[in-house]
């Protein structure tokens, strides 16, 4: 019963963890709501791009405002916004933000003209970051493979909480994952994605790299601490550090295009935008 308590758990946990890091990453779509004086209108802002094609804004058509511009410019370079009018397509209104090279970002925000008023009413500045194609061939397997380390790893930590020494196999099943879905795959999607395999510790500080080499470097040694003899504590403290990892906002420093020196280089998108 205690190993099936730990199992629900586990999924619990990193089912809840995942969801936190998808909502709260800067890459997720920001959920937006302009307010006029008898009326609002809800809809999301994009946040992650394809370097392929430009980057549709979509809005719903309402009453509420005459007319909206879309506003963009390279981020974060210091240049004035252009301005696009949005177009209307049965019940939708829509704009394009123009394709980037991979890593490239754009920064942009939207402004609405009331119809009663004539008021201006602009919403928050939101940063965009184009991405080239990922095969499936690399992002699924880096996908399961992240996930089920995560979730191994919730295992074997709740195991040596209960003293129960399989933690010490499902400790080495979390490195082998990690090691193959973090450490081989991941470079392969970055690189498909922005062009640079390996942007963390010693070549830049990009935050999904430096926190998979973090949780690699504590599951090592608690495996090799639990090799002669099981020692819950690195378990633990293994598992818990790979838990604080997880919940950190996905790409908060990531790659990004250096527009003057045509690099991709480590840059922040802030949360706020």
Same mark, same amino acid.
């Given at each position: 019963?205690?190993?099936?308590?730990?199992?629900?758990?586990?999924?619990?946990?990193?089912?809840?963890?995942?969801?936190?890091?998808?909502?709260?990453?800067?890459?997720?779509?920001?959920?937006?709501?302009?307010?006029?004086?008898?009326?609002?209108?809800?809809?999301?802002?994009?946040?992650?791009?394809?370097?392929?094609?430009?980057?549709?804004?979509?809005?719903?058509?309402?009453?509420?405002?005459?007319?909206?511009?879309?506003?963009?410019?390279?981020?974060?370079?210091?240049?004035?916004?252009?301005?696009?009018?949005?177009?209307?397509?049965?019940?939708?209104?829509?704009?394009?933000?123009?394709?980037?090279?991979?890593?490239?970002?754009?920064?942009?925000?939207?402004?609405?003209?009331?119809?009663?008023?004539?008021?201006?009413?602009?919403?928050?500045?939101?940063?965009?970051?184009?991405?080239?194609?990922?095969?499936?061939?690399?992002?699924?397997?880096?996908?399961?493979?992240?996930?089920?380390?995560?979730? =191994?790893?919730?295992?074997?930590? &709740? +195991?040596?909480?209960?003293? #129960?020494?399989?933690?010490? %196999?499902?400790?080495? $099943?979390?490195?082998?994952?990690?090691?193959?879905?973090?450490?081989?795959?991941?470079?392969?999607?970055?690189?498909?994605?922005?062009?640079?395999?390996?942007?963390?510790?010693?070549?830049?500080?990009?935050?999904?790299?430096?926190?998979?080499?973090?949780?690699?470097?504590?599951?090592?040694?608690?495996?090799?601490?639990?090799?002669?003899?099981?020692?819950?504590?690195?378990? =633990?403290?293994?598992?818990?550090? &790979? +838990?604080?990892?997880?919940? #950190?906002?996905?790409?908060? %420093?990531?790659?990004? $295009?250096?527009?003057?020196?045509?690099?991709?280089?480590?840059?922040?998108?802030?949360?706020?935008?």
């Amino acid at each position: 019963m205690k190993k099936i308590l730990f199992w629900t758990l586990a999924v619990v946990i990193t089912l809840a963890s995942a969801y936190y890091q998808r909502k709260t990453g800067p890459t997720y779509p920001k959920n937006t709501e302009i307010h006029f004086v008898d009326n609002s209108i809800k809809f999301d802002l994009p946040r992650s791009g394809d370097s392929n094609e430009d980057h549709v804004v979509e809005l719903p058509v309402n009453n509420a405002f005459n007319s909206v511009k879309l506003h963009y410019r390279r981020f974060p370079v210091n240049e004035s916004f252009s301005v696009v009018n949005f177009k209307q397509q049965e019940n939708k209104l829509f704009a394009y933000l123009p394709k980037q090279a991979p890593a490239g970002k754009l920064e942009y925000y939207l402004s609405f003209t009331n119809s009663e008023s004539e008021e201006e009413i602009e919403t928050d500045h939101v940063v965009i970051r184009f991405k080239g194609s990922v095969p499936a061939w690399a992002l699924i397997p880096h996908i399961i493979f992240m996930f089920v380390a995560m979730l =191994l790893s919730n295992l074997a930590g &709740l +195991f040596a909480l209960g003293k #129960i020494e399989k933690h010490v %196999f499902y400790g080495k $099943l979390t490195l082998v994952l990690l090691l193959f879905g973090g450490m081989i795959f991941g470079p392969i999607v970055q690189y498909y994605a922005f062009g640079q395999a390996w942007t963390g510790i010693p070549f830049g500080w990009d935050l999904t790299d430096n926190k998979t080499l973090i949780a690699v470097i504590f599951w090592l040694v608690a495996v090799i601490g639990n090799r002669k003899s099981a020692k819950y504590r690195y378990t =633990l403290i293994a598992s818990v550090v &790979l +838990f604080l990892i997880y919940i #950190i906002p996905h790409s908060l %420093f990531g790659s990004e $295009l250096d527009y003057s020196s045509g690099e991709v280089i480590t840059g922040f998108i802030q949360l706020l935008f």
